[in-house]
Nanobody, 115 residues
Framework: VQLVESGGGVVQPGGSLRLSCAAS????????MSWYRQALGKERELVAV????????DYADSVKGRFTISRDNVKSTVDLQMNSLKPEDTAVYYC?????????WGQGTQVTVAS
């Protein structure tokens, strides 16, 4: 299993970024996918999850209405569209999947929201 994130960067408050995770090594369309984040000095937290078919999603309260998770089961990618970014969204963002009871993480991509 391999998960490779991209799309992080530095953005001003109120701005937008789109993260993407390219997955390989498993049957992508069969598994729920998640995005987590970890801010400096804090625990890793779940940001968003999308079920295998893509018809249901869930979000942390702190990002509801601002972030949107989506997936492409043909390309084996899962994206996180982040709008109205706030300084408190600054963190390393990780793609995550559980396959046969084993957890897999990407290497993470840094998102910094600062003026």
């Amino acid at each position: 299993v391999q998960l490779v994130e991209s799309g992080g960067g530095v953005v001003q408050p109120g701005g937008s970024l789109r993260l993407s995770c390219a997955a390989s090594g498993f049957t992508f369309r069969r598994y729920a996918m998640s995005w987590y984040r970890q801010a400096l000095g804090k625990e890793r937290e779940l940001v968003a999850v999308i079920i295998s078919g893509g018809s249901a999603t869930d979000y942390a309260d702190s990002v509801k209405g601002r972030f949107t998770i989506s997936r492409d089961n043909v390309k084996s990618t899962v994206d996180l569209q982040m709008n109205s970014l706030k300084p408190e969204d600054t963190a390393v963002y990780y793609c995550h999947v559980v396959v046969f009871s084993s957890e897999y993480w990407g290497q993470g991509t840094q998102v910094t929201v600062a003026s």
